[in-house]
Structure formats: structure tokens, C-alpha cells
């Protein structure tokens, strides 16, 4: 069964940064592409990054340069580091890994406010 937890989540100020990671378990995890989405109150749920299994990135439009995402394939973990954030990227921010199959987390919240 394949299980996807994220953490790194929490309450920061604007222009600040976080790390969110993502362990997968329960499948071979190189295989997969994985993503970080985010969806806030009242919008529909968004792509923010995206890693394939062979390391080709992209990156919404509104965080590049400020969002990097990798992959450590010995640690079954996905990260997105978070930088100069800003109060528009208040949201939970979900971890999905995908191959024939599409697998969610639960999410982690992030939230930007003085």
C-alpha cells in the first residue's frame, strides 16, 4: 500500500522560508514522478512543483525562483524548499506521487502572516 506523509509545515513570517518533505513508503520510489500541489480556502487545488523520475523539474509560474523541489531517492523523500514566502502562498500544501496511479498525503498547512 502506497503511503505518502508530509511535514514541514507551520506559521511563518513573510519573507521567510520553510522545508517541506514527503516520505513515500510501501512502493519502489524512484519509480514515480512526484509533486507538491497546494489548494487554498475557496480555490480549486493547484500544481506548485513537479519532479519526474528521471529529475526533469517544473515550477507554477508564481513560484519560480523563490520554490525548489528534489528528490532524494535513497531517503524515499520529496522536498520543496520555500523561500521569500509570501501571504498568497497560504495554503495546505499536498505531496502526490504518480505512475499508473495517483497518490495523495493528507497535507500540511502553511500559512504566511506577520
Known amino acids: 500500500q502506497v503511503q505518502l506523509v508530509e511535514s514541514g509545515g507551520g506559521l511563518v513570517q513573510p519573507g521567510g522560508s520553510l522545508r517541506l518533505s514527503c516520505v513515500v513508503s510501501?512502493?519502489?520510489?524512484?519509480?514515480?514522478?512526484m509533486g507538491w500541489y497546494r489548494q487554498a480556502p475557496g480555490k480549486t487545488r493547484e500544481l506548485v512543483a513537479r519532479?519526474?523520475?528521471?529529475?526533469?523539474?517544473i515550477y507554477a509560474v508564481s513560484v519560480k525562483g523563490r520554490f525548489t523541489i528534489s528528490r532524494d531517492n535513497d531517503k524515499n523523500t520529496v522536498y520543496l524548499q520555500m523561500n521569500n514566502l509570501k501571504p498568497e502562498d497560504t495554503a495546505v500544501y499536498y505531496c502526490?506521487?504518480?505512475?499508473?496511479?495517483?497518490?495523495w498525503g493528507p497535507g500540511t498547512q502553511v500559512t504566511v502572516s506577520s
Open positions: 519532479i519526474s523520475s528521471g529529475g526533469s523539474i
Open positions: 510501501g512502493t519502489i520510489f524512484s519509480d514515480y514522478a
Open positions: 502526490n506521487a504518480v505512475r499508473r496511479a495517483n497518490f
